[in-house]
């Protein structure tokens, strides 16, 4: 991992779940990182955990100016930006027909147009330094599941977007890549739902077969390794897309006790 050692990455939704990781492996391997995620104790621990290598910015994706201000100081304290991992995300289950204005706008603002404020605002960084963006996406994009449908497309819409942004990037060094994700262990986006909701998640997805499908969740750490290794790669190769999925069968957490 010499090639990423002093490099500089942003990452968004980094406090917690899949981003903390993403954030601990990529510190790990010399990078210096711009920790972006909404104000929480959680992003206040950060410097306390990673010292000087991480920059801890509060910022809601969902709002472009805080998105602009955000990867400005990046720039500014950290010098450069090599990369840009877009990891923030929400996904809430709910009936679609009783989806309420907020939990529809919540997933667009975060999912998507979040992504673009950040792509964005850094591109100009990424096109100096000739960096990457990785997008993590989603297993639901091959196989939506229920009661997560606008979560899937919104996905989807950006696996779009990476690969329009791909070829016209490319005269100028930009590389783009997608790391399709399927279920990890240990993740916070489960963290807010309902007890109605999750028990009728889990049930949908037990009877509509999508819970065996998704298999029984890889490690965080692993994801992590995949990432690693995407930015790892020489500068005449690019990844367009990486899809990482549970090797091994059985379910997803919450659904264990209903499929058993």
């Not at 104790?41 to 910015?57: K, R, T």
């Not at 929400?90 to 404020?117: K, M, Y």
Request: one cysteine or more; glycine letters at 8%; proline letters at 5%.
């Amino acid at each position: 991992m010499e090639q990423l050692a002093g490099k500089v990455a942003v990452i968004s939704g980094a406090s917690k779940g899949m981003g903390r990781h993403f954030t601990r492996a990529l510190t790990g391997a010399g990078m210096r990182v711009a920790a972006l995620a909404r104000p929480s104790p959680q992003l206040d621990s950060m410097s306390a955990e990673f010292g000087p290598a991480v920059l801890p910015i509060a910022c809601d994706v969902a709002d472009p100016d805080q998105v602009n201000a955000a990867i400005a100081q990046a720039a500014a304290q950290l010098g450069r930006i090599d990369v840009l991992v877009n990891n923030a995300a929400v996904f809430e289950p709910f009936a679609f027909d009783q989806g309420s204005d907020a939990v529809i706008r919540r997933h667009i603002d975060i999912n998507l147009t979040g992504l673009c404020w950040l792509t964005r605002a850094a591109i100009p960084h990424l096109k100096a330094s000739q960096g990457q963006v990785v997008n993590i996406t989603s297993e639901s994009v091959r196989m939506p599941f229920p009661m997560l449908a606008l979560y899937a497309a919104t996905k989807a819409a950006v696996e779009t977007l990476s690969e329009g942004l791909r070829a016209e990037l490319r005269d100028d060094g930009v590389r783009i890549s997608v790391l399709r994700s399927g279920s990890v262990s240990g993740g916070s986006g489960g963290e807010g739902w309902s007890d109605a909701a999750k028990a009728a998640f889990y049930q949908k997805i037990v009877q509509t077969g999508h819970a065996a499908m998704s298999g029984s969740p890889a490690s965080p750490e692993s994801m992590a390794e995949a990432l690693l290794a995407i930015l790892s790669l020489p500068r005449d190769v690019s990844v367009d897309l990486v899809e990482l999925r549970a090797a091994q069968a059985g379910v997803p957490e919450g659904a264990r006790a209903i499929a058993q």
